[in-house]
């Protein structure tokens, strides 16, 4: 029986697995991380596709399914059983940075996500299915009604776009919505993880009052002083922004820290 709470629609039909694998390659002889994996229908692509997989999966019926996969796997797939948002990844990586391709968990989803975005370990790449409604908000522009904290993180670190669709019948059981599948490359150049911490609450506090002006939306860190050390109209609103108006006001943010430390 699929438990609701840990998320579970199974992908179960081999074309659509394979296609994920492909979208995310390639893949021949690297090392690849699948969170959820549960019966194994994306893990099948993925060896298939030659990856070295590693897997976590926090409920244990899924064990036994998965364990047959090892044998036939010849030595390529690792099964770790806990919760993949405690998990170190850069521990689990020896080598090359990991690719990770997974068809999430709704609900914690949107926590990896950012975990991957600004946490401390730097995948090679992510191809990630998504509820299509949270896909729409990792890839919104400005003016969109999906941009939000989640377009500006997912787009100040990464290359992001929808790569793939799929209708809430290609899963077992069918959720009440579709998916998409999003590919997310690192930049190069990641900003620094100050001027990260910096760029998430400013998004916080400017989207979690997005009708406001920014004057408003962004008082506890500066309100209209801040929008004038970063050259920005203070009577604008949230959704407006560029990602570089965002990082303009990110380096205002730390700018004034440093003052007021003095
Ligand atoms: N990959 C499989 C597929 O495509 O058929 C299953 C995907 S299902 C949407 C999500 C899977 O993530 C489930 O197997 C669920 O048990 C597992 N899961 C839920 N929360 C988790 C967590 N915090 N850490 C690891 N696995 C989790």
């Known amino acids: 029986m699929a438990d609701k709470g840990l998320g579970q629609h199974f992908l179960l039909d081999l074309n659509i697995t394979r296609k994920i694998a492909r979208l995310a ?39 036994p399914i998965l364990n047959d996969l090892t044998t036939v796997s010849e030595g390529r797939l690792t099964i770790q059983m806990g919760d993949a948002l405690k998990v170190d990844e850069g521990a689990l990586a020896a080598g090359a940075p990991l690719t990770i391709v997974s068809n999430l968990p709704y609900n914690v989803g949107t926590a990896l996500l950012i975990k991957w975005l600004t946490g401390p370990y730097r995948p090679a790449s992510m191809t990630l299915m998504f509820q299509k409604e949270v ?5 919104a522009r400005p003016g969109d009604d999906a941009y939000g904290r989640l377009a500006v993180l997912a787009q100040a670190t990464t290359q992001a776009k929808i790569v793939m669709e799929a209708p809430a019948r290609a899963f077992t059981p ?47 860190l500066g309100g209209a002083d801040l929008c004038a050390a970063a050259g920005i109209d203070p009577v604008r609103r949230a959704e407006t922004l560029t990602l570089d108006e965002f990082m303009g006001l990110a380096q205002a943010v730390l700018v004034a820290e440093r003052h007021g430390e003095k």
């Open 174 to 220: 069918p959720p009440k919505v579709d998916s998409a599948v999003v590919r997310l490359d690192p930049l190069p150049d990641r900003p620094p993880t100050p001027l990260l911490a910096a760029l998430e609450r400013v998004s916080q506090a400017a989207f979690g009052q997005r009708r406001k002006m920014l004057r408003a939306s962004l008082k506890p």
């Open 135 to 139: 896909a729409e908000r990792i890839v």
């Open 25 to 63: 390659g390639p893949l021949e002889g690297r090392p690849v991380l699948e969170v959820g994996p549960g019966p194994g229908g994306l893990t099948r692509a993925l060896l298939e596709a030659g990856a070295d997989v590693t897997v976590i999966e926090k409920d244990a019926r899924f064990l």
